[in-house]
């Protein structure tokens, strides 16, 4: 049975799910419906992307592969893969998602932060006011069982990232934090130099 969370919420992932070790983020999202522009023409899809960055003990990251994302679909180490990207957000259900191997995560890193960005949201004029029913999820890579889910409900006008939600090591066992922050960060290269 999956629980919904509002921010700020922890739970434990695999202390009450025997033999846990492999989760899927599921990152969900859709465009307020776009009037169209003074010329006539409809305005440009908003392209969101989801990132993961796997931060250390000191919520850095240690090298540049510890960023997951549409250029980087997969890290370092292999135990984070992003499944690419869905320029529109067209559809039901999870527009994108990433792959955490639980049990190959390497022992330096403490936390996986999972963030969405507006691709190109400075010259397309567009922030995370433009979105609704935005949501992440996690749920169990071999019977996709949903763990945990928590909707986005509040407004993010003027921001263009969000840093929704980590997973994170506590005493040998993994949790889920919902954070729903807003941001201000154009570019996913731009919100990953703030980890270095």
Known sequence: MSI?????QKIDLTKGHAGLSKVVVGLGWDAIEQKKSFFGGKKPAIDCDASALLLNANNKLEKKE???CF?????ACGSVVHSGDNTTGEGD???EQIVVDLARVPAHVQKILMVVNIYDCEARKQDFGMIKSAYIR???HTNDQELVRF?????????????VGEIYRNNGEWKFNAIGEGELAAHIDLLARRYT
């Open 4 to 8: 919904s969370l509002v921010k700020g």
């Open 138 to 140: 996690v749920f169990n």
């Open 151 to 163: 909707n986005l409900t509040e407004s993010y006008a003027g921001k263009t990232a969000l840093i």
């Open 66 to 68: 510890d960023l997951v």
């Open 71 to 75: 250029y980087n679909k997969t890290s």
């Open 93 to 95: 259900g999870d527009d």
